[in-house]
């Protein structure tokens, strides 16, 4: 049998440079381009900051004057950054390897919303990012069998919390989620994958109060690792790393 010699159209491969406009609030600059660093695996230090900060002093959109910035890691990543005049928004021009181009437009979208003060906005992406999150069937709900249900008093717990709701409901009012041993991880999977978005929402906001820092990373840890869109991906990763601060 002869090969096939037939011509193959050309792919666009994941390794080619791509270049995007994106914004974000000045105030997360900093913030954008430490979490940024933790995608290439690059060192973000002081004298990063200091070269950036003090470099972005003096540009602007309008008069087209940018401030160009490499960070050199795994794979590279050049930045141009110029401040729009509104005194919020700045400007940043990324040219990268595709897919981490994905994920640094994710990024942003986040810094485009997260303000110290207030999470308000933030929660409102979070769960315009998951609206689309299929909802269990009723008999689908829980992770064990009748019959383990029957004498399970956790279990029954779980179900009885959860049973005819929808994850934005339990944002409502005065819900405390189930953590921990008796928490998310008595559903089935899949109920477990749609009532996550509310345990993010709880990491997000300043919820020091109500809930243990350990008991959060740890629902979030359930389904971290299963497959999600690159923003959904994002802001499971940035609310991850507020878990980690003193707010909490």
Request: proline share 4%; hydrophobic share 40%.
């Amino acid at each position: 049998m002869s090969a096939n010699t037939t011509p193959q159209p050309d792919t666009p491969s994941e390794h080619a440079v791509k270049r995007e406009n994106l914004w974000i609030l000045q105030d997360n600059l900093r913030l954008f381009l430490e979490r940024g660093s933790a995608l290439i695996a690059y060192p973000f230090d002081e004298s990063d900051w200091d070269a950036v900060r003090f470099g972005v002093r003096e540009t602007s959109v309008a008069r087209n004057e940018w401030y160009e910035y490499e960070l050199f890691g795994e794979p590279s990543v050049k930045f141009a950054f110029a401040e729009e005049g509104d005194g919020r928004r700045l400007r940043i021009d990324v040219e990268t390897i595709a897919p981490v181009l994905t994920r640094l437009e994710a990024l942003a979208r986040i810094m485009q919303c997260y303000e110290e003060t207030s999470t308000a906005t933030l929660e409102i992406l979070t769960q315009a990012a998951f609206l689309e999150t299929l909802e269990p069937f009723q008999g689908e709900l829980m992770g064990c069998d009748d019959e383990r249900l029957a004498i399970c008093f956790e279990c029954q717990e779980v179900q009885e919390f959860f049973s005819g709701k929808r994850w934005a409901d339990l944002l409502q009012g005065d819900y405390w989620l189930p953590m921990g041993y008796a928490g998310a991880n008595f559903l089935a999977q899949e109920a477990r994958r749609y009532f996550f978005p509310a345990y993010l929402v709880v990491a997000i906001r300043n919820t020091n109060i109500r809930y243990r820092r350990d008991d959060i990373d740890y629902e979030i840890g359930l389904v971290k690792q299963e497959k999600w869109t690159p923003l959904q991906q994002a802001l499971i990763e940035f609310a991850t790393y507020l878990v980690t601060l003193e707010r909490f």
